[in-house]
């Protein structure tokens, strides 16, 4: 692998995030507490591996320019600040919810992942879009 293939691995690791989301919120819904547990870790690692990976990329290949014209430049540069502040926001989010979680504190761990969930599902997804956008429907 190489830094070039790492956004493409990324936008893996954002879909595979988005589906873990959406199972560790089926199983909480159903009282399987358990896997849900097991749901959640599991996206935090994506998650982390994601971030690991858009560092690296970041780091060893520099910005990537996007290469859309017209009205569609607008809607990107949206969906992209809206994406990298709450992406910001919500890993405190994620670390505070985690340590409510794991420490037992379940009435707590519940209000904030009533912001953290949706929070984390639009970094997850506009993650991708903005992969698309930039790496494959309009890249130069």
Sequence with gaps: ????????????????????????????????KELHQKLMLTAFATSTLFLI???????????TSF???G??????FTILISHTILAIVNLPL?????????????????????WTFPIWMYVSVTGVIVYMMLYQWFKA
Excluded: C
């Excluded at 893996?12 to 199972?23: D, E, K, M, Q, R």
């Excluded at 009205?71 to 990107?76: D, L, P, S």
């Excluded at 379940?106 to 009533?114: C, M, Q, S, W, Y």
């Design 71 to 76: 009205t569609i430049r607008y809607f990107y």
């Design 94 to 114: 994620i670390l505070r919810t985690f340590y409510l979680s794991l420490n037992g504190r379940f009435a707590e761990h519940k209000k904030i992942a009533r």
């Design 67 to 69: 290469q859309g014209q």
């Design 53 to 63: 990976g858009y560092l690296v990329h970041k780091i060893f290949h520099g910005p």
């Design 1 to 32: 692998m190489q830094v070039q293939d790492l956004p493409a691995l990324n936008a893996v690791l954002n879909t595979i995030t988005v589906l873990l989301l959406v199972a560790g919120l089926m199983a909480i819904l159903r009282g399987k």
